[in-house]
C-alpha cells in the first residue's frame, strides 16, 4: 500500500531528512520518498496515514492525505 502525504514547511535537505527519519520511525512502514521540490511525501508500507500525519507535525512541519 502506498500513501501520499502533502507536507508543507520543508525548506532545505536537513528538512527533507527530518521528515524522512520521522516517516521511517512509523511502525508499518517499509519505505520512504520525500520530494521537497513537491512538498509531498511517498510512504510504502501499512502504515496508519494518521500516525504519519502525527510523526511529521512531531518534526514541526505540516502535512495531510493527498486526495
Do not use: F
Given at each position: 500500500m502506498?500513501?501520499?502525504?502533502?507536507?508543507?514547511?520543508?525548506?532545505?535537505?536537513?528538512?527533507?531528512?527530518a521528515?524522512?527519519?520521522?516517516?521511517?520511525?512509523?511502525?508499518?512502514?517499509?519505505?520512504?520518498?520525500?520530494?521537497?521540490?513537491?512538498?509531498?511525501?511517498?510512504?510504502?508500507?501499512?502504515?496508519?496515514?494518521?500516525?504519519?500525519?502525527?510523526?511529521?507535525?512531531e518534526?514541526?512541519?505540516?502535512?495531510?492525505?493527498?486526495?
Amino acid at each position: 500500500m502506498t500513501t501520499e502525504l502533502t507536507v508543507n514547511g520543508m525548506t532545505c535537505g536537513h528538512c527533507e531528512t527530518a521528515v524522512k527519519n520521522a516517516l521511517k520511525s512509523v511502525p508499518g512502514v517499509q519505505d520512504v520518498r520525500v520530494d521537497l521540490q513537491g512538498g509531498m511525501a511517498s510512504v510504502q508500507g501499512e502504515a496508519d496515514p494518521q500516525a504519519l500525519i502525527a510523526a511529521v507535525t512531531e518534526e514541526g512541519y505540516g502535512a495531510q492525505v493527498r486526495a
